[in-house]
């Protein structure tokens, strides 16, 4: 197993702005996964992220809107820019092939 | 179309009653199975995997079936503290993608 960290837990934003979040794992990992949990929805993957090439977004998802960093094999950071409330979700950060393994997410609240 | 399908959405015990929750499921190729644990405000909690039909794992009051169509989360003689929203999510034979449920909210009340 690994031990995932994300920041920040929780936040509230304004309509317009972008914020970054950060996912570091204990371990060096080749992938690492991007999600997000909508309420009463699924987890859906955004991306991913793989160290020294540009990330992996899938249908529906774009780089504009969704840019990820993956600078190291231990850490990753996703943007939502431009953000608007139906950004409002959990984001995760995920590793593992076979089992996968989260961190304990990122509540984004968009005003 | 690969897809999720879990049941029932939510579902509330007695304390000590046992149940069972369903994932059904379609993909091309079943590369995995996997149940999560999600308690409030934290990411999900592995809990098994399973590979092929007939298979089975237990832990603790938890036990997970395998058949070629569908997957059962067998809760024997739940607590309280087994109350969260448990996960089902299948990997397709070729690549890394999973597919995941919208979850059945348990809730084991004392």
């Known amino acids: 197993s690994a031990v995932i960290s994300q920041k920040p837990s929780r936040d509230i934003c304004q309509r317009g702005t972008s914020l970054t979040i950060q996912c570091q794992v204990d371990s060096q990992v080749t992938m690492m996964f991007w999600y997000r949990q909508q309420p009463g929805q699924s987890l859906t993957l955004i991306a991913t992220a793989n160290q020294g090439s540009e990330a992996t977004y899938e249908s529906g998802f774009v780089i504009d809107k969704f840019p990820i960093s993956r600078p190291n094999l231990t850490f990753s950071t996703l943007t939502v820019s431009n953000m608007s409330p139906e950004d409002s979700s959990i984001y995760l950060c995920s590793v593992g092939d076979g089992e996968l393994f989260f961190g304990e997410g990122s509540r984004l609240t968009v005003l | 179309e690969d897809q999720v399908t879990q049941s029932p959405e939510a579902l509330r015990l007695q304390e000590g009653e046992s149940s069972s929750l369903n994932c059904s499921y379609t993909?091309?190729?079943?590369?995995?199975l996997f149940w999560y644990r999600q308690d409030p405000g934290k990411g999900p909690e592995f809990l098994f995997t399973l590979y092929s039909a007939g298979e089975e794992k237990e832990k603790e009051r938890l036990k997970a079936t395998l058949t070629k169509k569908e997957s059962f989360l067998h809760i024997t003689a739940p607590k309280p503290e087994d109350s969260a929203t448990y996960l089902c999510a299948v990997q397709r034979g070729t690549g890394n993608q999973f597919y995941f449920g919208t979850g059945t909210s348990l809730t084991v009340i004392p």
């Open positions: 993909v091309s190729g079943l590369r995995g």
